[in-house]
């Protein structure tokens, strides 16, 4: 397979530029034009960049090779900046949240051969990546019939223990805005419930611990 960098032009409701992001072609992309493929949407931890994504692919090529999972496209989400949790920022900064989901995932259905559908998209993440993975698959059912939630903090910042509290440290003043009413608003627990009918019985998820 081969894999390369791209941008995507972001609208002037988000943040009105380009955005790069990575993406990986399977090994018979070029050759086989009257294929569509899934894509797995790939969310890297706190503090990594698109180069980040690296390992997966590796893993994923090597999977494809061996014929143990079907061909699929893997895109490598640029966090913007990292510690946003993959929602817009409170202060309206960073809204990787409406990148993704309005410019990201059009853009890439439009210019690369997809399933554009749900049972097509799958969003994954590790750590923060983790949390990203959850929020979004569960706010945006209808988008994602696949979603993995690798080591994710999903421990609220209003526990005082010292793990949640270390980890919420840096993000809940950046991603949150220190506002506890915002991060219940945008909490997987939250949206898992509001939209439980929409994930029940239709969307396959995983949580692995760290």
């Given at each position: 397979?081969?894999?390369s960098?791209?941008v995507?032009?972001?609208?002037?409701?988000?943040i009105n530029?380009?955005v790069n992001?990575?993406i990986?072609f399977?090994?018979?992309?070029?050759?086989?034009?009257?294929?569509r493929?899934p894509v797995?949407?790939?969310?890297?931890?706190?503090?990594?960049t698109?180069?980040?994504?690296?390992?997966?692919?590796r893993r994923?090529?090597?999977?494809?090779?061996?014929?143990?999972?079907?061909?699929?496209l893997?895109?490598i989400?640029?966090?913007?900046?990292?510690?946003?949790?993959?929602?817009?920022s409170?202060?309206?900064?960073?809204?990787?949240?409406?990148?993704?989901?309005k410019?990201?995932?059009?853009?890439?259905?439009?210019?690369?051969?997809?399933?554009?559908?749900?049972?097509?998209?799958?969003?994954d993440g590790?750590s923060m990546?983790?949390f990203?993975?959850?929020h979004l698959?569960?706010?945006?059912?209808?988008?994602?019939g696949v979603?993995?939630i690798m080591?994710p903090?999903?421990l609220?910042?209003?526990?005082k223990?010292q793990?949640?509290m270390?980890a919420?440290?840096?993000?809940?003043?950046m991603?949150?805005?220190?506002?506890?009413?915002y991060f219940?608003a945008?909490?997987p627990?939250t949206l898992?419930e509001?939209?439980?009918d929409k994930?029940r019985d239709r969307t396959v998820?995983?949580?692995?611990?760290?």
């Amino acid at each position: 397979g081969d894999w390369s960098s791209d941008v995507c032009s972001s609208d002037p409701d988000t943040i009105n530029g380009d955005v790069n992001y990575r993406i990986y072609f399977p090994p018979d992309y070029e050759r086989r034009q009257d294929l569509r493929y899934p894509v797995l949407y790939v969310l890297p931890a706190s503090g990594q960049t698109t180069l980040s994504g690296a390992e997966v692919v590796r893993r994923v090529d090597r999977a494809i090779r061996a014929s143990r999972i079907s061909p699929m496209l893997v895109v490598i989400v640029n966090g913007l900046r990292g510690n946003t949790m993959y929602c817009d920022s409170r202060d309206g900064k960073f809204p990787v949240e409406s990148v993704i989901v309005k410019n990201l995932i059009p853009h890439v259905g439009a210019t690369y051969r997809t399933i554009a559908s749900r049972e097509g998209r799958a969003v994954d993440g590790f750590s923060m990546g983790g949390f990203g993975a959850a929020h979004l698959g569960f706010k945006y059912p209808d988008l994602f019939g696949v979603i993995s939630i690798m080591a994710p903090p999903l421990l609220g910042p209003q526990l005082k223990q010292q793990l949640p509290m270390q980890a919420w440290s840096r993000l809940f003043p950046m991603a949150m805005g220190s506002d506890m009413e915002y991060f219940l608003a945008n909490d997987p627990f939250t949206l898992a419930e509001k939209n439980a009918d929409k994930l029940r019985d239709r969307t396959v998820i995983r949580i692995v611990c760290h």
